[in-house]
């Protein structure tokens, strides 16, 4: 039995300023992944089914992420959003009630969802919102948990909560599939606790850990497996989880520039929970060796370790894998200079380390405020346009290109567009496609074919080209420009790409 401590005044304190928190972020614009996991959830809605009906590489979480809250309280960015503040609010009591004991001072226990949550949200952008790495974190946690109350557990219990761990794990990998480096190393580290520290033998110990953990991660594997066997699209499955990914890496090349960009947007935003980290884990995992810090540790390496293994993205967003521990960890080191501090006559310490600690993070919170309060809480249509323009400058313009095609006496039907998402969304439109128009550069030479071949044959009455796309269709396959040349005929060309309206349509729309 898991003994968990209850809520205190201060914890609900935190957890109302999670709230306040979130909120600012509900009108966020949508950036093109958020739009593209949004359209995909709605086809889901729709009765498509993902992989066959509508494509991409990525696992079936972030999908049904978005489908669950899609169908709660909208496919809009306050119904996302929404569904996401529950989910991290949620995830703050548990973070409140799990980890009571790794602290010394109460006071300082609270503070744990404002230092990994609570920062999450100040320091994402529309890029950074409801993406996988930040998730994830949930039950990436829980499963790190369940790890760790199995420690020092034998029998049952212990049976269980490893069985509990692997269930969690399975639900990590349908997120992405390379989470698994991270499981695997929580794994490890409780089998060479359990042969070092306790001296169990390797043989018991690989039977007892593994046996409950291959059981927990197959069940979830197994019930998503079963699904897409019984709607016929087991193999298109297996081909984009399996086959593409190994071909994608092998035709790309280290992405520099974006590692660069990457860890410098994690410095930047993090600096002052990785100096807090720092102090936890020289004192609690160096001196003390404890090992919760450890497995936290574990964590930071392993997920650094994933993002490095997507060398050809390395996006900022990826860096959110590790907001969890890392808040975790600068928690524990303010509460060890807390104990330090404590002795002093003089509080003046104390409130400068605290101010300097939350101080880059106020001056992000306080201007996104400001913002929200200068659009009217962008409680109408127009402001809140206003708002998202704010922290996504295009957001306007790829509103106006969508209504260029709602007027009245326009085509209906669904449309293919080579770039932005948010175009599908601000239409009202899905896609005409099986293949995706959203980042094309990772397409293989057969999609390139499929796509044309599912143009044809759906055949939308208007496709949007981005130019960023263009140059990538033309370097890749040109023969997709060629083919839409030849069926289409430009009907609008601006600094935000070219309207193509079908031929046969090009009489039919006022």
């Known amino acids: 039995m898991i003994n968990i401590a209850k809520l205190n005044k201060i914890d609900f304190i935190v957890l109302i300023a999670i709230v306040i928190i979130g909120l600012i972020h509900l009108p966020f614009p949508f950036d093109g992944d958020q739009a593209f996991f949004r359209l995909g959830a709605l086809e889901m809605q729709q009765g498509k089914v993902l992989y066959r009906d509508f494509w991409d590489i990525k696992q079936p979480g972030i999908f049904s992420f978005y489908f669950l809250a899609g169908t709660l309280f909208g496919f809009n960015e306050i119904g996302i959003h929404v569904f996401e503040l529950i989910y991290m609010v949620f995830f703050s009591i548990i973070l409140l009630l799990t980890l009571k004991s790794y602290f010394r001072h109460q006071i300082i226990a609270s503070l744990v969802p404002l230092l990994t949550v609570g920062v999450y949200y100040i320091v994402s952008g529309a890029w950074h919102l409801t993406q996988v790495e930040a998730l994830v974190g949930?039950?990436?946690?829980?499963?790190?948990?369940?790890?760790?109350?199995?420690?020092?557990?034998?029998?049952?219990?212990?049976?269980?909560?490893?069985?509990?761990?692997?269930?969690?794990?399975?639900?990590?990998?349908?997120?992405?599939?390379?989470?698994?480096?991270?499981?695997?190393?929580?794994?490890?580290?409780?089998?060479?606790?359990?042969?070092?520290?306790?001296?169990?033998?390797?043989?018991?110990?690989?039977?007892?850990?593994?046996?409950?953990?291959?059981?927990?991660?197959?069940?979830?594997?197994?019930?998503?497996?079963?699904?897409?066997?019984?709607?016929?699209?087991?193999?298109?499955?297996?081909?984009?989880?399996?086959?593409?990914?190994?071909?994608?890496?092998?035709?790309?090349?280290?992405?520099?520039?974006?590692?660069?960009?990457?860890?410098?947007?994690?410095?930047?935003?993090?600096?002052?929970?990785?100096?807090?980290?720092?102090?936890?884990?020289?004192?609690?995992?160096?001196?003390?060796?404890?090992?919760?810090?450890?497995?936290?540790?574990?964590?930071?390496?392993?997920?650094?370790?994933?993002?490095?293994?997507?060398?050809?993205?390395?996006?900022?967003?990826?860096?959110?894998?590790?907001?969890?521990?890392?808040?975790?960890?600068?928690?524990?080191?303010?509460?060890?200079?807390?104990?330090?501090?404590?002795?002093?006559?003089?509080?003046?310490?104390?409130?400068?380390?605290?101010?300097?600690?939350?101080?880059?993070?106020?001056?992000?919170?306080?201007?996104?405020?400001?913002?929200?309060?200068?659009?009217?809480?962008?409680?109408?249509?127009?402001?809140?346009?206003?708002?998202?323009?704010?922290?996504?400058p295009k957001y306007p313009s790829l509103h106006s290109e969508a209504n260029f095609i709602s007027q009245p006496g326009d085509i209906v039907g669904d449309i293919y567009v080579a770039g932005d998402p948010s175009i599908y969304y601000f239409s009202g439109r899905t896609q005409a496609?099986?293949?995706?128009?959203?980042?094309?550069?990772?397409?293989?030479?057969?999609?390139?074919?499929?796509?044309?071949?599912?143009?044809?044959?759906?055949?939308?009455?208007?496709?949007f080209i981005d130019y960023e796309p263009q140059a990538i269709i033309k370097d890749k396959f040109p023969n997709l420009l060629e083919f839409v040349e030849q069926k289409y005929q430009i009907l609008r060309q601006n600094n935000n790409g070219i309207w193509y309206i079908l031929k046969e349509d090009s009489e039919v729309r006022i």
């Open 433 to 463: 496609t099986i293949l995706r128009g959203w980042a094309l550069e990772y397409f293989l030479s057969e999609q390139w074919l499929a796509l044309i071949k599912q143009l044809d044959s759906s055949k939308p009455p208007y496709i």
């Open 138 to 392: 949930f039950p990436l946690f829980l499963c790190f948990w369940a790890t760790f109350k199995s420690f020092k557990k034998e029998g049952k219990q212990r049976f269980y909560l490893l069985l509990m761990s692997g269930l969690l794990g399975g639900l990590v990998l349908l997120f992405k599939f390379l989470f698994l480096l991270i499981l695997v190393s929580f794994w490890l580290t409780i089998l060479m606790y359990s042969i070092l520290i306790k001296g169990d033998s390797i043989q018991k110990n690989f039977s007892e850990i593994f046996i409950p953990i291959f059981i927990g991660v197959t069940f979830p594997l197994l019930v998503v497996a079963s699904y897409f066997i019984s709607v016929n699209s087991f193999a298109i499955v297996l081909k984009t989880f399996f086959i593409y990914p190994p071909m994608i890496v092998a035709n790309a090349v280290f992405n520099q520039t974006n590692f660069i960009l990457g860890t410098k947007w994690l410095l930047q935003n993090f600096y002052p929970l990785i100096l807090m980290a720092a102090v936890a884990v020289y004192v609690s995992l160096y001196k003390s060796k404890n090992i919760l810090t450890l497995l936290l540790v574990v964590w930071c390496i392993f997920g650094l370790s994933v993002i490095f293994l997507q060398e050809t993205a390395l996006w900022e967003y990826h860096y959110l894998l590790l907001f969890v521990p890392i808040g975790i960890l600068a928690t524990k080191g303010l509460d060890i200079l807390w104990e330090s501090l404590k002795g002093l006559k003089s509080r003046i310490p104390t409130i400068m380390l605290v101010f300097l600690l939350f101080l880059p993070f106020s001056f992000t919170l306080v201007k996104k405020s400001i913002t929200l309060v200068n659009n009217n809480f962008a409680l109408t249509e127009d402001t809140r346009l206003q708002y998202q323009a704010v922290f996504r």
